[in-house]
């Protein structure tokens, strides 16, 4: 256990400087909390969907929201080599810091494509309500909130983190998610 947490703080300390030198990038709060944003706005907009067709359903969605990104950051961020820092615009590695220990980071890669699932739902579960009520019964409203719901979530959000938080990391070659986009 002791030799495990010297470890860590090699880990810690050579990351968190490679890091630095390598993306010599940190955004301010200002910025991080613009970059979020269109997320939050996604999160509102299914929880809308949601609530259009049950209430109870849409609080459930809401408690999902916290406990998707808790785990997302446990089972990612941890061991990304963003840790603690501000190097990457959603801000998570800030959290992530005050949430758990720093996980060694060549772990990440493998750890992102086992645990990005947990984030799926946030996407397709209102998605899928949506299209449902619209096949139901046609609604203007709803199909107005799920054309914004789609946009926002798979055009604004995607496009929002390849073209800026990951086309200045010096570290996207390396990353799973740009592997996975193909880019």
């Known amino acids: 256990m002791k030799s495990s947490k010297i470890e860590d703080k090699k880990h810690r300390s050579k990351t968190r400087s490679s890091i630095t030198k390598t993306c010599k990038t940190d955004h301010t709060i200002g910025q991080i909390a613009v970059h979020n944003v269109p997320l939050f ?52 590695g800030l959290v992530t810091k005050y949430i758990t220990e720093r996980k060694p980071p060549r772990e990440f890669k493998n ?21 449902f009520l619209l096949l139901y019964s046609f609604n203007w409203i709803v199909l107005i909130l ?24 010096k570290l996207r070659k390396q990353c799973p998610w740009m592997s996975i986009c193909g880019r």
């Open 146 to 169: 799920l054309i914004i719901f789609m946009v926002i979530g798979f055009v604004i959000v995607p496009f929002g983190s390849s073209s800026t938080t990951c086309k200045t990391c």
């Open 111 to 131: 750890k992102f494509k086992r645990n990005i699932g947990v984030l799926f739902p946030l996407w397709f579960v209102p998605l899928g309500i949506g299209i």
């Open 41 to 92: 706005l996604m999160y509102a907009l299914g929880t809308l969907i949601i609530g259009l067709f049950n209430l109870y359903l849409a609080i459930i969605f809401i408690i999902y929201i916290f406990i998707s990104n808790y785990l997302f950051m446990l089972g990612i961020c941890a061991y990304c080599p963003h840790y603690g820092t501000r190097s990457s615009l959603c801000g998570y």
